[in-house]
């Protein structure tokens, strides 16, 4: 019953009713689109479909992404309908990425990542140059640019100060771990981003302290929930940590414009 009243109020504050700094939201009678204002990728974040008409939507939805000259993200999840969803999508051209695991945890007084204190020095990151040392750590682990990504959270932090927290963890002048945090305007919930760690310093307990300073924060701020976006990998130590599985996410891409 726990699992299913807190996706029920994650679905109607981040998705049914979620603004988004730096995007125009715009809510028709079958989707809940975010319109960058920064020439960004857009996205789908909630849909209202069922099987005779999701084919028409998402091709509505790509005509109208297209005439903008904007790619799009579509967050589908394991709950969306119609089931058949994703692969709507994948035969509208979207690219599927990654099976992800929503997972949440509700930030009670007593827990443990509330009362850690991990030998591991972890900075608060506020300026450019920490966010580019994030961004080539990225870039390192993934092999691929992560610039879109850099512009977004520096612009960010700047206009939302209150709103992102950003953490790395140094090696002498080298950030070698990194993660951060949105403190999801008007709602219950800190959504949790990053966790990433260079291949030769895992297994230092990096991810974990990274963690409780995220959690420590959203908790000052009175915030009730943590919610991630976790990997199979991640999943695994989030659970130890008492998060809960409560759906599975799917990033789709839109196809690429001509």
Known sequence: MINHEWLHLFHKELRQEAYTQGYRREETEHVVRHVSNFDEKGFVIASTLNQSNAREVVRQELSYFQKLGQGFEWKV???????????????????????????????????????????????EITDQKGIKDIISLEEAIWKE????????????????????????????????????????????????????????????????ALLSARAKKAYEKGYSFLTVDASPMSRKILEKQGFLCLAYTYECNSPVMD
């Open 145 to 208: 640019a992560h610039n879109e990504l850099g512009e977004r959270l520096w612009r960010d932090k700047q206009n939302y100060p209150e709103s992102l927290y950003l953490y790395g963890i140094y090696d002498e002048d080298r950030l070698v771990s990194a993660a951060w945090m949105y403190l999801e305007d008007s709602s219950s919930f800190a959504s949790l981003w990053g966790g990433s760690t260079l291949l030769e310093y895992r297994g230092r307990g990096y991810y974990h």
């Open 77 to 123: 999840y394991s709950y969306d309908q119609p089931v058949n969803l994703v692969d709507i999508l994948k035969e509208e051209g979207f690219l599927i990425g990654n099976t992800e695991a929503l997972m949440m945890m509700k930030l009670v007084e007593d827990h443990p990542l509330l009362h850690s204190r991990p030998a591991i020095e972890v900075k």
